[in-house]
T-cell receptor
Framework: AQSVTQPDIHITVSEGASLELRCNYS??????LFWYVQSPGQGLQLLLK??????LVQGIKGFEAEFKRSQSSFNLRKPSVHWSDAAEYFC?????????????FGQGTILTVHP | EPEVTQTPSHQVTQMGQEVILRCVPI?????FYWYRQILGQKVEFLVS????????KSEIFDDQFSVERPDGSNFTLKIRSTKLEDSAMYFC????????????FGPGTRLTVT
C-alpha cells in the first residue's frame, strides 16, 4: 500500500529565507507525486506534480521539487519565502492503473513565516 | 479560472440525521472524488466516481455513504445516518485525465455532528 511521510509538522522561517519541506513516500511502482497547499478556509491548491521525466519540477508561486528515487523523496523547495507562503503544505502520492487516481496524503507541514 | 465549488461551507447536524454534501466539479472533468480530513489528521480518500459509477472506495466508505451525480453538473455525497465520528472537513475533487490524476479540490464542507 502506498504511504507518505512528512517528518516536519511545523516549520518556521524568516521572510526571504530559503525553504525545504520534506516528503518521503512508499509505493511499489513509479509514483505520481504532488504537492498541495492549503491556506486557512481554502481548498487544496495544486503546487506542482511529478509524473515522469525530468526529476526537478517547477510549480506555481516559485516552488520546485526534486524527485529522488533512491531516497524515496520528493522535497519541496523555494529559494526565498514570502509572508504569503504561510500555509499548510501536503505531499501526496497517486496511483495509476486501476486505482483511478486515488491520492494518499501526508500529515501536512504547517509553515509559519516571520517578518 | 474554472474551480470546484462546494456547498454548504459548514453543516451542523444531529447524530442519526441524513446529510447531503454538494459539489460542482469543473465542467469538462470526468473523474470525481470525495476525501475527508478529521481535525488534526491526514486527508483521507473516500471514493472515486467515473462514468456514473463508483470506481474505487476506501474502507471508510461503508453502507452509510453514497455518491450520486444527479445531473450534468452536481456531484453529491450522502451520509445516511451520521455519527459523531463523521465530523470532519469533506473535500470534493475532480480531474480530467484518463488516469484520473492531477486533481483539483474544492474549498471543503465542514461537517459537525452533535
Amino acid at each position: 500500500a502506498q504511504s507518505v511521510t512528512q517528518p516536519d509538522i511545523h516549520i518556521t522561517v524568516s521572510e526571504g529565507a530559503s525553504l525545504e519541506l520534506r516528503c518521503n513516500y512508499s509505493y511499489g511502482a513509479t509514483p505520481y507525486l504532488f504537492w498541495y497547499v492549503q491556506s486557512p478556509g481554502q481548498g487544496l491548491q495544486l503546487l506542482l506534480k511529478y509524473f515522469s521525466g525530468d526529476t526537478l519540477v517547477q510549480g506555481i508561486k516559485g516552488f520546485e521539487a526534486e524527485f529522488k528515487r533512491s531516497q524515496s523523496s520528493f522535497n519541496l523547495r523555494k529559494p526565498s519565502v514570502h509572508w504569503s507562503d504561510a500555509a499548510e503544505y501536503f505531499c501526496a502520492v497517486g496511483a495509476g492503473g486501476t486505482s483511478y487516481g486515488k491520492l494518499t496524503f501526508g500529515q501536512g507541514t504547517i509553515l509559519t513565516v516571520h517578518p | 479560472e474554472p474551480e470546484v465549488t462546494q456547498t454548504p461551507s459548514h453543516q451542523v447536524t444531529q447524530m442519526g440525521q441524513e446529510v447531503i454534501l454538494r459539489c460542482v466539479p469543473i465542467s469538462n472533468h470526468l473523474y470525481f472524488y470525495w476525501y475527508r480530513q478529521i481535525l488534526g489528521q491526514k486527508v483521507e480518500f473516500l471514493v472515486s466516481f467515473y462514468n456514473n459509477e463508483i470506481s474505487e472506495k476506501s474502507e471508510i466508505f461503508d453502507d452509510q455513504f453514497s455518491v450520486e451525480r444527479p445531473d450534468g453538473s452536481n456531484f453529491t455525497l450522502k451520509i445516511r445516518s451520521t455519527k459523531l465520528e463523521d465530523s470532519a472537513m469533506y473535500f470534493c475533487a475532480s480531474s480530467l485525465g484518463t488516469t484520473g490524476l492531477e486533481q483539483y479540490f474544492g474549498p471543503g464542507t465542514r461537517l459537525t455532528v452533535t
